[in-house]
């Protein structure tokens, strides 16, 4: 452990003390005297002596003594010399300031040209930098000022200085040491690898914010392409395409029409179309005559065979009756019996039983032969009944297929249509004919406006079907920005797993490294990470804090209390011991136990002349 004590400080014409001699003994003093005495000149001539800067730390301070007008005082030599004790070897350095003055050529006064400084060490005079040397070789500026101030540390220090002066004190690891031995943060380990995690998560989060700003977007150009789509999805591209078929097939006939006409080779044109439908028209009344003459003979025929049938079921009945007739005579034939008598007719007289025998044979026989005409009349009335009754068959069957011709006489289906449309092209091509007969050149105007107007629909129609291809683009857009907004939302999450990441391990970094600092204090604690409400997230810093309370917070006697318990802190980490002032002494009724040369600066309203007392 170097030890560095102050024996003696010696004071000539510095600032507003024109001769002080202190004698320390490296012992603690105390050193009273009222405001404006030169307690702080006493810290300011020692910073100067080692470090060219007062207490403050500013350097080309101004150190020579001023006049009551304030005017700064010339011709003498502001000097400071100091006795030290290095492990009980003594060292003595002296510095003095000296005006240089110069007499301009054609002047006959001198003039101010500056200011040298004569550096001392232990009587012999050497240069500025051999002097630096001998200085920094006892303690660098930097930490002379921490050992030998209690406000510089906590209060003084830029805190990024001061925290990496912690850092080295705590012998914190680096992030990639601390992460290798643990294996949740294995990722973490690849990542330092090539950046810090601190500009990892600066990255991770800047993508994640450009990733939201842009997912955030979509959903106005996504509405956008949907309500574009609807608005289309309501034209019916069907109908335009089949309406531009049929004006494309006017535009041509109509521009056949012009050329034509200019070409004067309409009028033939339309008198050959007009033939042609005039044959039409003469062949379709051909066919629809000889559709009604056929359905006249079937009507004639169907007559004819009414006709037929009514003759024949008229001589049906008629041998029906001859054959009830001939049955009835046959029946009275079989019904006769003999009815001779035993008298003559002729004379009266009793016939003979032979002549009565033979009357009756005769009367036998007779009946047989006529009961024998009688049945054949019989078979002959039957079988031409039967002849009848066939023919009257025949002709309800052959009726029964002519029914359809007992309906009116009708022309032939969609004649009359057919027929309409002919007559309708027939008068339009006349009416065109005579047209172009009598005002050829009206109607080549009128024709070629017919053609403009068509034009001009058709291009109409065509921009509105190029809109389906504004609908098919926008339906592809719509698929293509809901992948993206998907891609983008698992792109979120990948970035919230590796940040989440990054935040555990910095939480367990910042744990590590707080409580690695805080472990070399008592009452001292440091603040090393700032944690941000709002954005969830944290700043490095350092600063002191006690019970809770920040430094800057603190009342006086507390931050040179915490600026002592860090100076004993400090130098037992570094190896060395030097003096240190305290100033504002009288503030602290309890000063924290340290084992090194204190000079405490105490203001004293009763004394005008600086007082020292040394223990």
């Not at 202190?22 to 404006?36: R, S």
């Not at 997912?215 to 069907?238: G, K, Q, V």
């Not at 032969?369 to 009257?392: C, F, I, P, S």
Request: glycine fraction near 6%; aromatic fraction near 6%.
């Amino acid at each position: 452990m170097k030890t560095i004590r102050l024996m003696e400080l010696e004071l000539e014409h510095f600032k507003g003390t024109t001769a002080k001699k202190i004698v320390l003994h490296g012992k603690n003093t105390q050193i009273f005297g009222d405001n404006g005495t030169g307690k702080t000149t006493v810290y300011d001539a020692l910073m100067w002596l080692l470090f060219d800067k007062d207490s403050g730390g500013m350097a080309r301070s101004a150190i020579k003594p001023r006049g009551t007008d304030g005017q700064v005082c010339h011709g003498i030599l502001p000097t400071v010399t100091a006795v030290f004790s290095i492990d009980g070897a003594p060292l003595c350095l002296r510095k003095t300031l000296r005006e240089r003055w110069e007499r301009p050529a054609g002047t006959a006064q001198r003039q101010l040209a500056g200011n040298t400084t004569e550096y001392i060490i232990d009587g012999v005079s050497c240069k500025e930098s051999a002097y630096k040397r001998e200085v920094s070789a006892l303690l660098d500026e930097e930490t002379f000022r921490m050992l030998t101030s209690v406000t510089y540390f906590c209060g003084e220090l830029e805190w990024k200085k001061r925290r990496e002066t912690l850092f080295a004190l705590a012998q914190v690891a680096s992030d990639a040491d601390l992460a290798a031995g643990m294996p949740q943060f294995a990722e973490i380990c690849v990542i330092l690898q090539t950046q810090s995690i601190e500009m990892h998560q600066k990255q991770l989060k800047a993508q994640r914010k450009d990733t939201i700003e842009a997912m955030n977007s979509l959903p106005i150009r996504m509405d956008e392409c949907r309500r574009t789509a609807d608005r289309l999805r309501t034209r019916d591209f069907a109908a335009l395409r089949a309406r531009e078929n049929t004006l494309q097939a006017q535009r041509a006939t109509l521009a056949e029409e012009v050329l034509r006409l200019k070409n004067h080779t309409a009028l033939p044109q339309k008198q050959a179309q007009w033939r042609e439908i005039d044959a039409k028209l003469r062949a379709l009344e051909a066919e629809n005559n000889q559709f009604r003459q056929k359905q006249q003979a079937m009507q004639t025929a169907h007559k004819a065979a009414q006709a037929e049938l009514r003759q024949c079921q008229a001589d049906a009945d008629h041998w029906r009756h001859k054959l009830e007739q001939g049955e009835g005579a046959l029946a009275a034939v079989s019904a006769e019996r003999f009815q001779g008598g035993a008298v003559c007719r002729l004379c009266g007289q009793d016939l003979p039983q032979s002549a009565q025998k033979r009357a009756q044979n005769i009367f036998e026989t007779d009946k047989k032969a006529r009961e024998k005409a009688q049945q054949q009349h019989l078979k002959t009335y039957r079988q031409t009944l039967d002849t009848a009754l066939r023919r009257v068959a025949a002709c309800e069957a052959a009726m029964q297929s002519q029914a359809s011709a007992t309906a009116n006489i009708v022309d032939l289906p969609q004649y009359r249509a057919e027929k309409g449309q002919l007559m309708q092209e027939k008068d339009a091509l006349q009416s065109e004919i005579y047209t172009l007969t009598t005002q050829e050149d009206a109607l080549t105007e009128a024709t070629e406006r017919k053609l403009c107007a068509v034009g001009d629909t058709l291009r109409n129609v065509r921009e509105a079907l190029a809109e389906e291809a504004v609908l098919r683009k926008n339906e592809a857009r719509l698929q293509q920005l809901e992948t993206e907004r998907q891609a983008q939302q698992t792109h979120i999450d990948a970035l919230d797993a590796k940040i989440a990441l990054c935040e555990s391990f910095v939480r367990w970094k910042i744990s590590h490294i707080t409580e690695a600092v805080n472990a070399r204090f008592g009452a001292v604690r440091f603040q090393l990470f700032q944690e941000h409400v709002t954005n969830d997230g944290r700043t490095e810093c350092c600063e002191a804090m006690v019970g809770g309370v920040p430094y800057g917070s603190l009342n006086h006697a507390a931050q040179i209390n915490a600026g002592l318990e860090v100076i004993g802190v400090l130098g037992q980490a570094l190896g060395v011991r030097v003096p240190l002032f305290i100033d504002n002494a009288e503030s602290v009724t309890q000063l924290h136990p340290l084992d090194t040369q204190t000079i405490r600066l105490t203001v004293s309203a009763k004394d005008k002349q600086l007082r020292i007392v040394t223990a």
